[in-house]
């Protein structure tokens, strides 16, 4: 069993950044894959970033590319996503999750473990 705990997110004007974390239980961190997802209101959770166990390559959605870096510390147990240039359409509750493995990173179906979420709202 995993336990995931988000945190940093926050209130940010729009051109802002923030650092999202997610810490885990147990001792096996550093075998799962880490992704990030998030869900604005009236729309479906989708993916974000995610990073790999076994040589922590990262995937990214395309429109966020280059805005978002996804990162891992499992001397920590955490994941970082850092989030730069925020726009008000960054607005979203953000989860982290953890699987087993290494494919299909973008699937949400594909994730064992689930946090709760922290809130991210970006204002004009």
């Known amino acids: 069993q995993v336990q995931l705990v988000e945190s940093g997110g926050g209130l940010v004007q729009a051109g802002g950044s923030l650092r999202l974390s997610c810490t885990a239980s147990g001792r096996t961190f550093s075998r799962y894959s880490m992704g990030w997802f998030r869900q604005a209101p009236g729309k479906e959770r989708e993916f974000v970033a995610a990073?790999?166990?076994?040589?922590?390559?990262?995937r990214y959605t395309a429109s966020l590319k280059g805005r978002f870096t996804i990162s891992r510390d499992n001397a920590k147990n955490t994941v970082y996503l850092q989030m730069n240039s925020l726009e008000p359409e960054d607005t979203a509750v953000y989860y982290c999750?953890?699987?087993?493995?290494?494919?299909?990173?973008?699937?949400?179906?594909?994730?064992?473990?689930w946090g709760q979420g922290t809130q991210v709202t970006v204002s004009l």
């Open positions: 999750a953890a699987k087993l493995g290494l494919f299909q990173v973008e699937r949400m179906n594909t994730y064992d473990y």
């Open positions: 990073i790999t166990w076994s040589d922590a390559s990262t």
